[in-house]
């Protein structure tokens, strides 16, 4: 039972991390024409494809819950609205570094290697977020 939660909180965040790669990722590529940041958020995306790829997804997927999860339906008032596309990037950047630590923290208990990955993907970011931001 305790692993089925574990592996809740994994999906969920792997989901997180990857929906806040595309939002930035875009912002760079379409609105900025950002070659490089552009890139590299991509080649992240695609480290944490490989990252997902150590869990079975179907296992993740048996783990899922949207329909009852708690804070579906709850929107913080920082997340209603955003000044600019800056501000939506800052948002984004700290989204996939916080998803990217609560997979570290919780595959460490379960999936090693995915708690390695998650951790130089964390810190990609953080060198990433500096650059852009």
Known sequence: MENEKILRILDANFNRLR???????????????????????????????????????DILLAARDSEHDVGRDRICASEAERKDLTALSAANFKRCQEAARVIEEFAKLTYPAVAEKAKKIRFSLYDLEKLFL
């Open 19 to 57: 929906e806040g790669l595309r939002v930035i990722e875009e912002v760079e590529r379409l609105a900025n024409n950002d070659e490089n940041t552009f890139h590299q958020l991509k080649t992240l995306r695609h480290d944490l494809a490989e990252c997902c790829r150590l869990i079975p997804r």
